[in-house]
C-alpha cells in the first residue's frame, strides 16, 4: 500500500456469526430459518427471500482475501439487507442491530488494518434508532451507518426518520443508503430477479429525490449521503428532476433549490457493472463524489472494481484517487 492511494470499499456486506447462531437457534425470533449445509446453505426469510452463507460473512480473514483477489485494501462492512429486521417489533429490532454491530466490531477488532465497521439501525424505532447510533459511535468509534431506502414501505425521507439523519450529522456519520426487497413483490416484479435488478434502483432514486424536493438536504446541510449502485436511476434521469422543479409548483413547494444543485450533496458508489455508465456518472456529479462499491460477496458484485476505475477515461490521476480511496478515507475521517 506504500506509495499509493488505499483502495477503499464502502459498499461490502457480512452476517457476524453472532447473528448466524442467533438466528440457527432462535429462527421464529427472526422470521428466518436455515436450510441446506455447508457451501449449500441458505438464510430463507419467511417472505421467501434468501441469502446464501458465504464465508466471508462472517470470518474476517475470509473477508480479506476476498478483499485481495479484488484489489482492495480497506472495507466498510456493513450487514446484507436481508437481516436488515425492520419488520420485526422495535423491541426485537434494536436487540438484533445490537447483536450485529458488536458483531461487526469483533471483525474490525480482528483485521483493524483492513476493517471498518458500519452499524446498522432498529429504525422501525427512531428513538432506538438514535440510542443505537449513539452508542455504536461512542463504542465502537463506527463513523458510517447502512440504512435502508424504506422502512415498512415508508421511505427514510419522510419527516419521522429526521431525528436519526440529524443526530448523523451532529456526530459526523455518513449513511449508507441501500435499497432492499422486502415482503410480496407484484408480479411484473416478481419474475426475472427484477425486484432486484430494477426495484432497487428504482427505489434509490425515490428516497433521493424525497430528500431533495422534501427540503431535507437544506435543513441538514452537512448530511453526507453515499447512495448505493451507482445513485440507482438518479444521475441519470437528474435532467426530468430540475425540469419538473421548474416548470411544476408542487415541485417547488418545499425547496428553492433546484435538483441540478443538490445532486452534488450526495456521494454514489461506482456500482455501474458498465463502463459508459461509470465515466457518465463521474462526468455528471464530479470524481469528488464517487466511491468504490463492490457490494460483495453476492453473485451482483463487481469482481474488478479497481480495473473499472482505472480504465476510467478522461479523469486526472487526482481525480482517479479520489474515486479509489481518497473520498472514502475523507467520510470515515481518515484523509
Not at 25 to 40: F, N, S
Not at 182 to 208: H, Q, R
Not at 221 to 233: D, I, K, Q, R
Not at 303 to 321: D, K, Q, W, Y
Request: with cysteine; aromatic share 8%; net charge negative.
Amino acid at each position: 500500500m506504500a506509495g499509493r492511494v488505499k483502495r477503499v470499499d464502502v459498499h461490502s456486506h457480512v452476517l457476524p456469526l453472532e447473528m448466524v447462531e442467533a438466528i440457527r437457534k432462535r429462527p421464529r425470533d427472526y422470521q428466518m430459518r436455515v436450510e441446506g449445509a455447508a457451501e449449500k446453505e441458505l438464510f430463507i426469510r419467511d417472505d421467501r427471500h434468501t441469502t446464501p452463507v458465504y464465508a466471508e460473512f462472517h470470518d474476517a480473514d475470509a473477508k480479506v482475501e476476498g478483499m485481495d483477489r479484488k484489489g482492495i485494501d480497506v472495507s466498510v462492512i456493513s450487514v446484507t439487507p436481508v437481516v436488515f429486521f425492520y419488520w420485526l417489533d422495535a423491541e426485537a429490532g434494536l436487540a438484533a442491530a445490537r447483536l450485529m454491530n458488536d458483531g461487526i466490531a469483533r471483525m474490525v477488532a480482528k483485521r483493524p488494518d483492513r476493517l471498518r465497521g458500519m452499524a446498522t439501525l432498529p429504525l422501525q424505532d427512531p428513538d432506538a434508532a438514535v440510542a443505537e447510533l449513539e452508542r455504536v459511535a461512542k463504542e465502537h468509534g463506527f463513523r458510517s451507518v447502512e440504512v435502508g431506502c424504506r422502512v415498512r414501505g415508508e421511505l427514510v425521507s419522510e419527516p419521522r426518520y429526521r431525528p436519526v439523519l440529524r443526530r448523523a450529522q451532529e456526530l459526523g456519520v455518513f449513511l449508507f443508503a441501500h435499497p432492499y426487497v422486502a415482503g410480496a413483490l407484484p408480479p411484473d416484479l416478481g419474475c426475472y430477479y427484477l425486484g432486484n435488478l430494477a426495484g432497487l434502483p428504482f427505489d434509490t432514486a425515490l428516497m433521493a429525490a424525497h430528500l431533495m424536493f422534501g427540503g431535507a438536504l437544506d435543513e441538514l446541510p452537512a448530511l453526507n449521503f453515499v447512495l448505493a449502485h451507482g445513485g440507482g436511476h438518479l444521475p441519470y434521469q437528474i435532467g426530468r428532476l430540475a425540469h419538473g422543479h421548474k416548470v411544476r409548483k408542487e415541485a417547488r413547494a418545499h425547496t428553492s433549490k433546484t435538483p441540478l444543485e443538490l445532486l452534488r450533496r450526495f456521494y454514489f458508489d461506482a456500482l455501474t457493472h458498465d463502463a459508459d455508465a461509470l465515466r457518465f456518472l463521474v462526468g455528471k456529479v464530479g470524481a469528488d463524489r464517487v466511491t468504490i462499491g463492490t457490494d460483495a460477496p453476492f453473485d451482483m458484485a463487481e469482481e474488478n472494481p479497481v480495473a473499472m476505475i482505472e480504465a476510467l477515461t478522461g479523469v486526472s490521476e487526482r481525480e482517479r484517487e479520489q474515486i479509489l480511496g481518497l473520498n472514502a478515507l475523507a467520510l470515515l475521517g481518515e484523509a
